[in-house]
């Protein structure tokens, strides 16, 4: 049997992961990828395969040394990626893969700067934040526009995440206001000679299924899967 195009891990702290990766799984199927789901990263990256597979990361998973609100679920909860395997996730895009990284992926793996280079932003414990969960106006770009079959404008519940520090080659295909500002909520970027698409929206299942949200996403991994890097 082939090995399936997308890979969702799916595994973390305080969300509804494994609704949130049915609806991704769902959206995926919708235009043709075969899909698994697993709660282990180890197990993800070995399941990938090709220059047209895609990882995508649906976690909370750090180390959660950050903050003493953290340190009773600690213990249970915080984790350090091994070097071995940020090696492999890394040769896997420079390579020709693909990889998403969808909402709280950007706060993954603190013991491994080099996943957020790779992605092209993230959370910075420093400065980043995001208004409690609620209302979001959110839009996309024309860039974003062109690889969605869904609205321009829409509006749902959901978290947005702010200053994200964005490298310079992201192309902003949408952003979002939570009543601070429109921040870019989604990007993408190459990566050596594989692709990287970053979605920091979708808390729960129903953001992955706002017919809007779905219709970007569904976008964005027909790009993920595709030949062509443009």
């Known amino acids: 049997m082939n090995e399936p195009p997308l890979v969702i891990y799916s595994d973390g702290y305080r969300h509804p992961f494994a609704e949130s990766s049915a609806a991704l799984a769902s959206i995926a199927q919708g235009i043709g990828l075969r899909t698994t789901v697993t709660a282990s990263i180890s197990e993800a990256i070995k399941l ?3 220059r047209r597979s895609i990882l995508a990361v649906n976690a909370l998973r750090w180390s ?10 600690r213990a249970e909860w915080g984790v350090l990626l091994d070097d071995a395997d940020m090696a492999q996730i890394a040769g896997h895009v420079a390579g020709g893969g693909s990889l998403l990284a969808l909402h709280t992926a950007v706060i993954c793996w603190d013991n491994q700067p080099s996943w957020i280079d790779m992605l092209g932003g993230g959370w910075h414990w420093e400065h980043s934040f995001h208004p409690p969960l609620g209302a979001v106006t959110a839009g996309l770009t024309p860039a974003g ?3 969605s079959k869904g609205k321009r404008c829409f509006t749902l519940a959901d978290e947005v995440y702010h200053n994200m520090g964005l490298a310079s080659d992201c192309e902003v295909l949408a952003s979002a206001d939570a009543g601070h500002g429109a921040v870019p909520v989604i990007w993408r970027r190459l990566h050596g000679t594989g692709k990287i698409a970053v979605d920091t929206l979708g808390h729960d299942g129903a953001s992955l299924q706002h017919p809007a949200h779905a219709a970007i996403l ?4 027909e790009w993920l ?5 443009g």
């Open 145 to 147: 526009a062109i690889i």
């Open 218 to 221: 569904a976008g964005l991994l």
């Open 225 to 229: 899967h595709g030949d062509a890097a």
């Open 64 to 73: 959660m040394t950050q903050a003493e609100r953290h340190a009773a679920d």
């Open 48 to 50: 990938i395969s090709g």
